[in-house]
């Protein structure tokens, strides 16, 4: 089998049986769901192995059949749970991780993996019962109980012809297996054939041994009794169905009747055909396809065109304008309705739910809380909330950034919550909800708060601030926290402290076009919220002119216009305001802003009410032009430039335009 065609296949699939082994581990340690995450964990594990076993990858699977093993043992109730067991569990759930990944890119070894699996085997044998092949006790009265239909007391027959393993001794039928040759893994496979069979009834004894099994000691064939009502028939095509088995003899060396030989092109089962049979068939026996995998590279692909052809859409629109032909106006009318229509395809189709990313989460924050011996409850919500792809890639660092921060900075210990009143274990809540068209992620404690004092004060020391300042608003926490290299931590911790946490969320929030904002108040907790457009490639946006020159303002951030009336304008304190139904917003002049030297504007100014989160501004600009989809183009800043702006686009006559910050202003 050329498994080189299913490595990104195994690869993604291996990933989310991960992280539901992650998730299934944080409930077994929480005591929640019974027996059920047990249950799930040996699941996940267990389909890992079979894939892997498939695949050649021998770490993955000699790993995994180990953690299946201690799970079996832990099921079956021999051995229990306890702290250490399950920081062992969460061990081997981060090496089978990372041997996934390993063993993908081809530099997977046995080395990797063998204390892990040391450890494992060490953890089963503390809670495994004494291996013995005593025969069945008799009942009282020296009776013994009535055997099964089709089983029978058996000792040690000779090996036919062919075969290499005895038969065991024990009660039922012999079952003698033969695997393919060249078979990856033969113990691994042989097991898998047990446990098929054990779904039949009792295996009661195997030759070779189960452990020498597990040490892969063993040639392509092997032997075990089964106790079962099955009929012959009924037991080859079980065990057939485990894979790689190419005979199977059941009774006394009859061999079962042969099965319909492939085509000679076909291969073994693999993985994608394993995927491929879980498909629901229709009334003719024809499996339908529902959904279909698609690179990411390709949507980046149909993303870059679709962006091409909207601009060449609005330039379309302004020839056509131009020449007055009803015409040519019609069918560019309807070319634009079909671009439309394509954009709205292509941009849902790279829309995922944010819990792809979000489900991550849980175990990083349980190993944060351990690190600092801290008691947290951690929450998600929104998790069905859709966002592009590429925005949820870039968003997942800054998120880890402020849970890592919340755990150690803002979470207090257990005894110090206890003396204050508070439940010993904080609250950490992670939400995403749609706001207009945008999405807001909000991380939230309830811990101690940001000591704006001591921000203050430190602020002050490195001569960012006044000395004479007494207090500092959201807005300049924020601006003075998220400095590189600020932190008010005394030390160096392995979560925090180095001074990049804040500063790294803002900055890469700022280059995707979204804000951030900050609310803390002392004893209660903080929040910061991070908005992002739920795409970066096409937004609508206002254009305003300045001068002779064009911007965009992204429609996310715009409340309403209004004409700059003398009637609304104010003066407070020195500053000019703007008076709008009883409310008071600041004025900003874009040619102030710009220093812009160009002729004065004639005629009315225009009013942008723009805003984020509580925060209102009245942008002032020389006119308005109307509404448009642009492309956002990424470009980098000029040295010693101004940071007004996020990004630049083309526009339908072919002329640049920068894209205005709404964050940078407020």
């Known amino acids: 089998m050329d ?75 021999v051995r229990t749970i306890d702290a250490a067991l399950m920081q062992l569990l969460f061990r081997a759930a981060d090496v089978l991780e990372g041997a996934i990944e390993a063993a993908v890119s081809g530099r997977a070894t046995a080395g990797d993996v063998d204390p892990v699996v040391a450890l494992l085997r060490a953890a089963a044998d503390q809670g495994a019962p004494a291996a013995t092949t005593t025969p069945e006790k008799p009942a009282k009265g020296g009776a013994r109980k009535p055997r099964k239909r089709g089983t029978r007391a058996a000792s040690s027959a000779e090996i036919p012809a062919g075969w290499t393993a005895p038969a065991p001794d024990g009660d039922g039928l012999l079952v ?105 068939a229709n009334g003719n026996g024809v499996r339908q396809q529902r959904s279909v995998r698609i690179d990411l590279r390709r949507l980046d692909n149909l993303m870059n065109l679709i962006g091409e052809l909207v601009i060449t859409r609005g330039r379309l629109v302004q020839l056509s304008a131009s020449l007055n032909d009803a015409a040519l106006a019609d069918t560019v009318a309807q070319a634009s309705r079909l671009v439309a229509d394509l954009q ?12 792809q990313v979000f489900d991550r989460f849980p175990r990083l924050v349980r190993d944060a809380a351990h690190s600092v011996s801290k008691q947290v409850e951690f929450v998600i919500e929104g998790k069905e909330v859709e966002l592009d792809r590429s925005m949820l890639d870039e968003v997942g660092d800054p998120i880890v950034h402020l849970l890592r921060n919340a755990v150690d900075h803002g979470i207090e210990p257990p005894t110090e919550r206890r003396a204050i009143g508070k439940a010993a274990a904080g609250r950490l809540t992670l939400s995403a909800l ?37 207090e500092l608003s959201d807005e300049e926490l924020l601006r003075i926290i998220s400095r590189p290299g600020f932190s008010t931590a005394e030390r160096v911790t392995d979560l925090s402290g180095r001074g990049v946490g804040i500063d790294a969320v803002y900055n890469r929030v700022r280059s995707l076009g979204g804000a951030v904002d900050i609310r803390t108040e002392p004893g209660r907790g903080t929040t910061v919220t991070l908005r992002l457009p739920l795409t970066l490639a096409i937004v609508r946006s206002l254009l305003a002119r300045i ?67 509580e925060r209102r501004a009245a942008l002032v600009v020389d006119a308005l032009i109307g509404q448009q989809e642009i492309v956002v183009k990424q470009f980098d800043g000029v040295r010693d430039g101004l940071s007004l702006f996020g990004g630049a686009t083309i526009l339908g006559d072919g002329a640049p335009a920068l894209i205005i910050d709404v964050s940078s202003l407020l």
């Open 434 to 470: 749609r706001d207009r068209s945008a999405v807001a992620i909000r991380v939230t404690d309830d811990g101690r708060g940001i000591d704006r004092g001591r921000v203050l004060r430190r602020a002050q020391q490195s001569g960012l601030v006044d000395a004479a300042r007494t």
């Open 3 to 77: 498994s080189a065609q299913y490595a990104e296949l195994f690869l993604t699939e291996s990933r989310e049986h991960v992280s539901a082994i992650n998730h299934s581990l944080l409930e077994l340690e929480r005591g929640a769901g019974g027996d059920e995450p047990v249950g799930a964990i040996f699941r996940a594990v267990h389909t890992i192995k079979g894939m892997s076993a498939t695949m050649g990858y021998t770490p993955v699977a000699a790993l995994s059949h180990e953690l299946e093993t201690l799970l079996d043992r832990v099921r079956r109730g």
């Open 547 to 613: 001068g002779d020159e064009t911007y965009a303002i992204p429609m996310t951030h715009v409340r309403e216009t209004v004409e700059l009336l003398p009637s609304i304008l104010r003066s407070v304190k020195g500053k000019e305001v703007l008076m709008l139904r009883e409310e008071v917003l600041p004025v900003l002049r874009m040619r102030q802003l710009m220093s812009f030297d160009g002729e004065p504007v004639r005629g009315i100014e225009q009013v942008v009410i723009v805003e984020l989160a």
């Open 176 to 280: 003698r297996v033969r695997l393919a040759d060249g078979t990856p893994l033969r113990g691994v496979r042989a097991f898998l054939v047990v446990q098929a069979a054990r779904a039949l009834g009792t295996v009661a004894a195997t030759s070779p041994s189960a452990e020498a099994m597990q040490a892969d000691a063993m040639e392509h064939d092997f032997a075990l009794r089964l106790v079962t009502d099955r009929d012959a028939d009924a037991i080859a095509a079980a065990i057939r169905a485990a894979g790689d088995v190419v005979e199977v003899q059941v009774g006394d060396g009859v061999p079962a009747p042969p099965q319909p030989a492939p085509a000679p092109e076909s291969e073994p089962a693999t993985i994608g055909e394993a995927l491929a049979s879980s498909a629901p």
């Open 344 to 355: 709205d395809e292509i941009m849902t189709s790279r829309m995922v739910p944010v819990w």
